[in-house]
């Protein structure tokens, strides 16, 4: 599969493949930390969310990996499809209630 | 159950000229959250407000924009008057209050091409 170790505006991979995005967040105190989806012209949609007393949780076709001590948030999808194609954010929080705080966007573009 | 809900969805107006978009949430989300998203880059908040009241506005630019949330039900974002830099989408999101995972839940957006 395709993986990058810093973040990436874009990603391109091939129908089937592994896909990993990464993310840097911001703040050591941040508590949660959520994976959305946005397709074209459609506002974000949750994906998979993390706190921060976990370091791995496991949603279906999808992973999101924390790793605290470099503030560092993945997202792995499972057998990528054209339907994936989307950009990804990651977001972050102090805690539930709060505002998001949104990290750069990645492309992801799947062909079949 | 029914989603957060904006209008309208596309405005081009010139600069200088007013523009106001609304927002219904989730019902029975006392929070609500309005978002900046220039075209490449991830949301941006703008103002939270829990129930009628603001609880974070130290990004809105205050002497253009302006938000309100009277009855703390729907609301409206309103930019007067607009800049060449304010075209971007206005994002609307709703969350209930308290506990959960911190997930906002977003409308699709009002899209704004200032010209």
């Known amino acids: 599969g395709e993986s990058v170790g810093l973040h990436l505006p874009t990603l391109s991979v091939q129908e089937g493949d592994n896909s990993i995005i990464n993310c840097a967040y911001s703040n050591s105190a941040s508590d949660y930390f959520i994976w959305y989806k946005q397709e074209s012209g459609k506002g974000p949609q949750f994906i998979i969310d993390?706190?921060?007393?976990?370091d791995k949780r496991q949603g279906q076709r999808v992973t999101v990996l924390l790793n605290k001590t470099v503030k560092h948030l993945s997202l792995q999808i499972a057998a990528t499809q054209p339907g994936d194609s989307a950009v990804y954010f990651c977001?972050?929080?102090?805690?539930?209630?709060?505002?998001?705080?949104f990290g750069k966007g990645t492309t992801l573009s799947v062909s079949s | 159950e029914a989603g957060v809900a904006q209008s309208p969805r596309y405005k081009i107006i010139e600069k200088r000229q007013s523009v106001a978009f609304w927002c219904n949430p989730i019902?029975?989300?006392?929070?609500l959250y309005w978002y900046q998203q220039i075209l490449g880059q991830g949301p941006k908040l703008l103002i939270q407000?829990?129930?009628?009241?603001?609880?974070?506005d130290s990004q809105l630019p205050k002497d253009r924009f302006s938000a309100e949330r009277l009855k703390g039900v729907d609301s409206t974002l309103k930019i007067q008057p607009a800049k060449l830099e304010d075209s971007a989408v206005y994002l609307c999101?709703?969350?209930?209050?308290?506990?959960?995972?911190?997930?906002?839940?977003f409308g699709e957006g009002s899209r704004l091409t200032v010209l």
């Open positions: 019902s029975g989300h006392a929070t």
């Open positions: 977001a972050e929080t102090m805690k539930a209630g709060t505002a998001l705080i």
């Open positions: 407000f829990q129930n009628n009241g603001v609880v974070d």
């Open positions: 999101a709703s969350s209930p209050t308290g506990g959960g995972t911190g997930e906002l839940f």
């Open positions: 993390i706190r921060s007393n976990m």
